[in-house]
């Protein structure tokens, strides 16, 4: 994604997929219920469109708001979360709808008459990948209150043949050498705006030296996780940090499945798990499938995580050990950004929504590190043992919120997830996550202790 035709592209799949995603939902539907992990998919459109707006538009055309008075609304942090369900506050769909479209439209415009420079490129590609994350979070939206998924997963919706537990066991651990890794993104690069293009908290790059440690090949599957749930794990203490015990002592509504009509009981098994006349059963958007052993467990809490690790005699991966694990990076390596080489081959990882059903643990051989981890990119965001903190020399970016507010108390996962753009994703990609989240799409993977 470097040419002009390349970011119109880009553009219009980016707009295109987030008008379906609205368009597929009546008006019942987008009058979701209130829930700290979602945003109403009317308010998402236009704050995605104002982001274009003002950091494209506006500069370029020197012109006042397409909605005047509304930069307030859109802007994600002047809104409380609360009011962005506000029909007085939020304009109806007709009005999203026509909006996305005029900044789309403009957009569009001005790079058929506009010569890109590189500044222009980096502000272009850093409004779509915004959009892309917004899409994420829809579609994360839908599985939270049991919706269809997105209309652009390809049918059919069917549970895969069978597939025995054996197929998503782990084969065991890969060696890690000691060494010295190359981690994070070039800060002052020439080629800022393309193949180095990064956010401010993957910046800037930096050298480490890990010791020789032992990372499982394979996300953990729900076959395994399930060992631990039917150990009764959720009810032994023992497994579980004081952070995690405090979760489980907590009642479960604030992040729990919003389809319950009752309240919300401590958990005892991942969120959209339930066991129905003898066997396990999880929820997929609108509709309950036999659990499927061999396909990676989804939907658990860094604190879940954690205690499984503690459970199973493991440790979760710091950030750094993932990173060196994915990419393999020296002092002197090429910058690679991709587990199998230097560009992006969609074809070798679950990314873009792309199927409706995970793939077995031991699926994607094709997209392997070099060390043989696999799915390290796509299928699900990996929770880390790392605190979501700035790397030294760290700058702010020219959207100073990106990173900045999640320092210090979130999380850091990787990775991305079978929902994550390929357009988007990297090795050197930090998301951060509170670690009670357990509504979007994380798993982890152990390293030995």
């Known amino acids: 994604m470097q040419t002009q035709p390349e970011i119109e592209q880009a553009l219009d799949h980016a707009y295109r ?10 008006d019942a539907r987008l ?25 494209l538009l506006r500069p370029w055309l020197a012109r006042p708001p397409i909605m005047p008075g509304l930069d307030p609304v859109w802007d994600s942090f002047d809104i409380d979360h609360e009011d962005r369900w506000r029909p007085d506050v939020v304009p109806g769909k007709a009005a999203i709808l026509d909006y996305m479209r005029a900044v789309h439209e403009s957009v569009l415009e001005c790079l058929a008459t506009r010569p890109l420079t590189p500044q222009d490129l980096y502000l272009c590609k850093y409004g779509i990948f915004h959009q892309h994350m917004h899409i994420e ?11 269809a998924p997105p209309p652009f997963t390809p049918p059919p919706f069917a549970q895969p043949t069978a597939r025995p537990e054996t197929a998503g066991a782990a084969p065991g651990d890969v060696t890690i050498p000691a060494g ?13 705006a393309a193949a180095h293009f990064a956010f401010d908290c993957e910046k800037p790059d930096f050298l480490v030296d890990l010791p020789e440690f032992a990372i499982s090949r394979t996300l953990v599957s729900n ?8 150990a009764e794990g959720y009810r032994n203490e023992t497994w579980w940090s004081w952070g995690g015990r405090k979760w489980l002592s907590a009642r479960a509504a604030a992040d729990g499945d919003a389809t319950r009509q009752a309240p919300a009981a401590p958990p005892d098994a991942p969120i959209y798990w339930k066991r129905e006349e003898g066997a396990w059963r999880q929820r997929h958007f609108d509709r309950w499938l036999p659990l499927d052993p061999a396909s990676p467990v989804l939907h658990v ?6 205690a499984y690790c503690n459970w199973a005699g493991r440790r979760l991966p710091t950030e750094f050990e993932w990173e060196a694990a994915a990419l393999g990076r020296g002092p002197d390596s090429p910058a690679q950004l991709y587990p199998w080489g230097a560009g992006m081959d969609a074809g070798r990882a679950d990314l873009d929504a792309a199927a409706l059903h995970r793939p077995a643990v031991n699926d994607l051989a094709a997209g392997d590190s070099r060390f043989g981890c696999r799915q390290m990119l796509g299928t699900a965001w990996e929770w880390t043992a790392s605190p979501f903190l700035p790397y030294d020399g760290f700058r702010v970016d020219m959207y100073p919120y990106m990173s900045t507010l999640q320092f210090g108390t979130h999380r850091t996962t990787k990775g991305g997830s079978w929902a994550t753009a390929s ?26 202790r």
């Open 180 to 192: 010295r890794y190359r981690i994070g993104m070039p800060a002052d690069s020439p080629d800022f």
């Open 223 to 230: 076959g395994a996780f399930l060992e631990f749930v039917e």
């Open 301 to 306: 809490s860094y604190w879940e995580a954690e």
């Open 137 to 147: 979070s829809m579609i994360w939206a839908c599985q939270t209150l049991g919706y």
């Open 423 to 448: 357009s988007l994703i990297r090795g050197s990609y930090r998301q951060a996550y509170l670690p009670e989240r357990r509504d979007v799409f994380v798993g982890f993977r152990t390293c030995a």
């Open 31 to 55: 009058r979701v219920p209130y829930h700290p992990g979602i945003n109403p998919p009317v308010w998402e459109g236009g704050h995605t469109a104002f982001f274009l707006e003002t950091f």
């Open 17 to 26: 997929r987030l008008l379906a995603l609205i368009e597929s939902l009546d």
